[in-house]
């Protein structure tokens, strides 16, 4: 793994707030920004959730200061309503929050994590007063709104959703999206391109990277970590585990996160009989959900193709990628936008037997699974945020001191900023998998 690069400040260190209605502990995409900022002598705060009133409110993380404003036991909101007031709480919250620092110290930039994409409107005083904005769309909230209450694309709802996004987007100095496909959409609707920038969920491979395996059971592991949503597909992994339990006997399915969703999905296994073989687990920090990944066989990403997950970005693709575990993922057109069959082994997405096919044959064939992790291993250390942190670095100076974004970083930003692996090593693995 190549080592992190060193960054030195020209003049005073800035001031920079975040604002995210998340867990930071557990964001890795929040956490890579600030810990970046903090680590080149940035002095930077967060105002963050809190998942539990054992929690400080107030701590400091690797140099980062955390203040943990609302709390939230569990993302278990089902009802539009149930969603929707806590987010108007911490907006509220945050917004106050954010004008008695301001005016205590002022920031030079306010970087605002969505969902949702008003809370941008939190950093009012200090725009009002010449901070920049910077709106990060982790997720682009209408589609995903659709996706999770099963609402038309033309409803009003999710028309209104369209202008929030507009107004948000206007609002803010800059934008940044999670991807290349939001990218296109986002600008078509709502901002200019020369407004927005692309950051995928590039890995820190000084926390995401190969480590000593610990396990010493005969197990199969397999595992997926993060929220328990409706196009995350988990009920298809559920529904295939007994067709790999019949080739692999010592198969078990780990799942770690929490959503909506979980409780229907504890049926589920119960109703299959897969409550041994199915479990499930609370979320953890990024630093510790890391070790678990790492003593997986095997990780899935099940994602339906019909919903918003054909376009959602998975981060877990290229942490289990950096750790050296091996990947099956349903064939969404995002993630065969980044990826090919040299470093995944996809399957038809909402198929279980198809599922259940590729974990067996991964995990049954040693060839095929070392070369999977070798091509994915250097796959993930080219796309590593080690290699991208210095495009975020200068998208924040360039903000600050109000001058354009160097060509070279909008290039990479929006159309080459990740180097696809080799087809003539994915016609090879091609050669490894018997159809």
């Known amino acids: 793994m190549s080592p992190i690069p060193s960054y030195q400040l020209n003049g005073p260190p800035r001031r920079i707030a975040m604002i995210t209605h998340s867990f930071y502990e557990s964001d890795n995409r929040v956490l890579r920004y600030a810990e970046t900022l903090a680590r080149r002598g940035d002095l930077v705060e967060v105002a963050a959730l809190r998942r539990s009133a054992k929690m400080p409110k107030e701590e400091v993380i690797k140099g980062v200061r955390v203040f943990r404003l609302q709390d939230r036991p569990g993302k278990t909101e089902k009802s539009k309503l149930a969603f929707l007031g806590p987010v108007l709480r911490f907006l509220l919250v945050s917004s106050w929050w954010l004008t008695r620092r301001h005016l205590r110290a002022r920031y030079d930039l306010v970087h605002v994590h969505n969902i949702p994409d008003f809370l941008v409107f939190a950093a009012w005083l200090p725009k009002l007063m010449g901070a920049k904005v910077l709106l990060d769309i982790h997720d682009i909230v209408p589609e995903f709104y659709a996706s999770k209450f099963s609402e038309a694309g ?42 927005c920038s692309v950051f995928i969920n590039n890995v820190d491979g000084q926390v995401f990277q190969r480590r000593r395996r610990t396990r010493l059971d005969d197990k199969r592991i397999i595992l997926f970590p993060g929220g328990l949503q409706w196009h995350q597909g988990l009920d298809i992994a559920i529904r295939a585990m007994p067709l790999v339990l019949e080739c692999i006997p010592l198969a078990e399915f780990h799942i ?22 199915v479990r499930f687990f609370d979320p953890r920090p990024v630093s510790e959900i890391a070790e678990v990944m790492a003593q997986a066989d095997l990780g899935v990403v099940p994602k339906r193709a019909d919903s918003f997950g054909n376009e959602a970005y998975s981060t877990k693709i290229m942490e289990f990628m950096s750790l050296g575990v091996p990947v099956v993922a349903s064939s969404t057109k995002i993630d065969r936008f980044y ?3 040299s470093v995944v082994r ?33 796959y993930a250390e080219q796309n590593s945020w080690q290699h991208r942190q210095h495009a975020y670095l200068a998208l924040v100076d360039a903000l600050i001191q109000s001058r354009p974004l160097p060509l070279d970083e909008k290039t ?23 159809k």
């Open 412 to 434: 990479a930003d929006n159309h080459h900023g990740w180097k696809s692996p080799s087809a003539d090593v994915a016609a090879e693995i091609d050669k490894l998998v018997v």
């Open 339 to 341: 990826f090919n069959d």
């Open 154 to 195: 033309d409803s009003r709802t999710v028309k209104a959703l369209k202008l929030v996004e507009r107004a948000s987007a206007r609002f803010a100095s800059h934008v940044i999206l999670a991807n290349h496909l939001w990218f296109d959409q986002y600008v078509a609707r709502s901002a200019a391109s020369g407004k």
């Open 256 to 277: 770690y996160g929490e959503g909506g969703r979980k409780e229907e999905l504890m049926a589920l296994a119960r109703e299959l009989g897969l409550t041994v073989q």
């Open 346 to 378: 996809f399957f038809e997405s909402g198929n279980p037997a198809a599922l259940a096919e590729a974990v067996v044959e991964v995990l049954q064939k040693d060839g095929l699974r070392r070369h999977l992790v070798s091509n994915a291993l250097d």
